[in-house]
């Protein structure tokens, strides 16, 4: 069969009756190729080596450098969109979207902001539960660096306007970190650190107090973006537990978690808050 009579490069068919078509063309170690970025071409087939282009080729975000990630940057009235995998920028050519040096300029144009989504949501239900914080493989990491502890705006937005539409509202923050959140108006706040495959049945457990698994964290969770104090203000503590010291928040007073040999917290802090969900 010519290269031109294969099913998969006829455009009068069905995008899936094309993809399945080239699928059974292909051996296993050249399907193990395509999902990836700089994917080899199949001579056979007629299929050429493309590098750059941008395709949704996995069921979620994973990998050292996340590939599903971006960045928008102002420029020319417009925004760039830049790949923080390989630091370059989307564009459109002919038929494929991939990253080059030089990128698209775009423009956003908003279909519907989350927070009107979410007031529309949290009017009509009985109890609402807004689930924010940061994704483990991405914004979780120990390579971002943080420049506050405040949450995202974007999530700040989110959660107020729900408690707006509704006074029943819980805030349930999944983190690697604490986040600084002004939750005097909050009815209930859960602190959960990234679990495994069975963090959401826990979770669950623990809002319909199926089971009230509590206690004491042994950290300070800010409540307001000015508590933390700068870089200076932390420093090892001798006689911390561990031999060697411990990285905390040094300010001299009793210590918010009796039994504990970490240096006293400031009082803003939320020190050992109830409850939390955790395994």
């Not at 995202?152 to 029943?168: C, E, G, K, S, T």
């Not at 969770?221 to 537990?241: E, I, L």
């Not at 007073?253 to 040999?261: K, L």
Request: glycine share 12%; hydrophobic share 40%; charged share 25%.
């Amino acid at each position: 069969m010519a290269e031109d009579q294969y099913p998969f490069r006829d455009p009068r068919l069905p995008v899936g009756t094309r993809i399945e078509d080239l699928l059974a063309r292909l051996t296993p170690d050249e399907r193990i190729a395509m999902p990836y970025q700089f994917a080899p071409g199949v001579e056979r087939l007629g299929v050429g080596a493309f590098r750059g282009a941008v395709r949704a080729g996995a069921d979620q975000s994973g990998g050292w450098a996340v590939q599903e990630t971006f960045t928008l940057e102002e420029h020319s009235g417009g925004h760039l969109l830049k790949h923080i995998g390989t630091g370059r920028y989307v564009s459109v050519a002919a038929d494929v979207v991939k990253v080059a040096d030089e990128g698209e300029v775009f423009r956003i144009e908003v279909a519907e902001r989350g927070q009107d989504a979410v007031t529309r949501a949290a009017a009509a239900a009985d109890v609402v539960i807004v689930v924010a914080g940061n994704d483990p493989r991405i914004n979780g990491r120990e390579t971002e660096d943080r420049t506050t502890p405040a949450l995202p705006p974007h999530q700040d937005r989110l959660w107020r306007a729900a408690l707006a539409a509704n006074p029943r509202t819980a805030l349930v923050l999944v983190s690697a970190y604490p986040y600084a959140v002004d939750d005097t108006e909050l009815p209930a706040v859960v602190w959960t650190a990234h679990g495994g495959q069975s963090a959401g049945s826990a979770l669950a457990r623990v809002l319909r107090h199926v089971r009230a698994d509590g206690g004491r964290v042994q950290r300070g969770h800010p409540a307001h973006d000015r508590d933390p104090g700068g870089v200076g203000a932390h420093r090892a503590a001798p006689g911390a537990g561990t031999g060697s010291g411990a990285d905390v928040l040094w300010r001299p007073g009793p210590s918010a978690c009796p039994g504990t040999a970490v240096a006293a917290p400031p009082k803003n802090l939320r020190h050992g808050r109830q409850p939390f969900a955790g395994r």
